[in-house]
């Protein structure tokens, strides 16, 4: 139903910052997000990115709507509500680990992107002129 895209311990920082959003993972499956999840429970962190398939948008929906009648809800993060459909079952996680990606926070990561995005660029280009499309008929 809902896909979230995380870091894996083995491939990022040793230690966390208060401002992680953490993950505790289960298999294949998200347990927990948070910001204070303890470091015992903590298997990477989220990339901020999400997929909603079949059933998912309509249960993130329903569970936004609930969480914004709670007086708490402007003071938490949008990933709150993930964090309470996971504790459900409904959350997969897809791991980056290994992959080329990079966070963007601010006009230094966006540079860092810009320099990632155009290598893929460069590298397709190559790829597609050294195995040319065959022609109908060939």
């Not at 997929?51 to 003071?75: D, M, S, T, W």
């Not at 938490?76 to 080329?100: F, K, M, P, T």
């Not at 893929?120 to 790829?127: G, K, N």
Request: aromatic share 6%.
């Amino acid at each position: 139903a809902l896909c979230v895209g995380v870091l894996e311990t083995d491939d990022c920082k040793a230690t966390y910052d208060a401002d992680d959003m953490k993950v505790s993972l289960e298999g294949s499956r998200l347990r927990r997000v948070g910001k204070q999840l303890p470091l015992e429970d903590i298997d990477g962190e989220s990339i901020g990115m999400m997929v909603f398939r079949g059933e998912g948008p309509a249960l993130f929906r329903a569970a936004l709507e609930r969480a914004l009648r709670r007086p708490e809800a402007l003071k938490r993060w949008y990933l709150s509500v993930i964090d309470e459909l996971a504790q459900d079952d409904h959350v997969s996680v897809a791991s980056v680990q290994g992959l080329q990606w990079t966070e963007i926070d601010c006009a230094a990561d966006l540079e860092r992107a810009r320099t990632l995005t155009a290598r893929w660029r460069r590298r397709r280009v190559r790829l597609a002129a050294a195995s040319p499309v065959p022609q109908l008929g060939e």
